[in-house]
C-alpha cells in the first residue's frame, strides 16, 4: 500500500502562484512515474503533469506548459506542482498518484491515488 498526502491548496488570485506538495509513503519503491491530475466542478479529472521518478522526465497537459513545473525529491518520496499565472479556470482540485507499470507518463493507470487539494482561483 502506498499513501499520499497532498497540501499547499488554497485560494489564490488570477495571476497569482501556489505549489502544491504530495508525500508518498509506504510502499513507495520501484514506483515509475508520480503525477498531478485535476477535477474541477461537473468536468471529468484530467491529466495535469506527471514526472518520471528515476530519469526525471516530465510530461504537461498543453494549456498547463510554461505556467506549471513539476518536479521531485527521491530522498523525500515527494512530488511538487509549482503552479504560476493561475487562471480561474486552474480551479479545481487537485490530486497526486503515483504509477508502477512502465510506460507513458501521461496515460495507463495510476495504482494509488491521494485525498486531493482544493486549488480555487479567483478573478
Known amino acids: 500500500q502506498v499513501q499520499l498526502a497532498e497540501s499547499g491548496g488554497g485560494l489564490v488570485q488570477a495571476g497569482g502562484s501556489l505549489r502544491l506538495s504530495c508525500a508518498a509513503s509506504?510502499?513507495?519503491?520501484?514506483?515509475?512515474?508520480m503525477g498531478w491530475f485535476r477535477q474541477a466542478l461537473g468536468k471529468e479529472r484530467e491529466f495535469v503533469a506527471g514526472?518520471?521518478?528515476?530519469?526525471?522526465?516530465?510530461d504537461y497537459e498543453d494549456s498547463v506548459k510554461g505556467r506549471f513545473t513539476i518536479s521531485r525529491d527521491n530522498a523525500k518520496n515527494t512530488v511538487y506542482l509549482q503552479m504560476n499565472r493561475l487562471k480561474p479556470e486552474d480551479t479545481a482540485v487537485y490530486y497526486c498518484a503515483v504509477k508502477y507499470k512502465y510506460g507513458s507518463i501521461r496515460y495507463g493507470q495510476y495504482d494509488y491515488w491521494g485525498q486531493g487539494t482544493q486549488v480555487t482561483v479567483s478573478s
Open positions: 509506504g510502499r513507495t519503491f520501484n514506483h515509475y512515474a
Open positions: 514526472v518520471s521518478w528515476s530519469c526525471g522526465n516530465t
